[in-house]
């Protein structure tokens, strides 16, 4: 099983940005999926995250500005970014618990960098 994050890039305070990360390999089934984020010198936190429902649960921080989403049928998840500001920037990971043959697992991608800067 593979996470692909992709989607990340430099963009102005008050810009926007939208993140990908689609799942691929022998999978039977995805319940949660979410990003996270880690800035430099600090710990990895939780953005947002949203169950195989669409139910979803945002950092307050990102509140009222990022919007999480998924397709399910593409095992794909979006996280749409508005009124970035400098204090976003960070290395956006997806995480996912997949369900494979070997029963449940809980996923990373590799990470893309979003930077926020005039």
């Known amino acids: 099983v593979q996470l692909q994050a992709y989607g990340g890039g430099l963009v102005q305070p008050g810009g926007s940005l939208r993140l990908s990360c689609a799942a691929s390999g022998n999978i039977y089934s995805i319940a949660a999926m979410g990003w996270y984020r880690q800035a430099p010198g600090k710990q990895r936190e939780l953005v947002a995250t949203?169950?195989?429902?669409?139910?979803?649960n945002y950092a307050d921080s990102v509140k009222g500005r990022f919007t999480l989403s998924r397709d399910n049928a593409k095992n794909t998840l979006y996280l749409q970014m508005n009124s970035l500001k400098p204090e976003d920037t960070a290395v956006y990971y997806c995480n996912a618990d997949i369900e494979i043959e070997a029963g449940w697992g809980d996923y990373w991608g590799q990470g893309t960098q979003v930077t926020v800067s005039s």
């Open positions: 949203i169950t195989s429902g669409g139910r979803t």
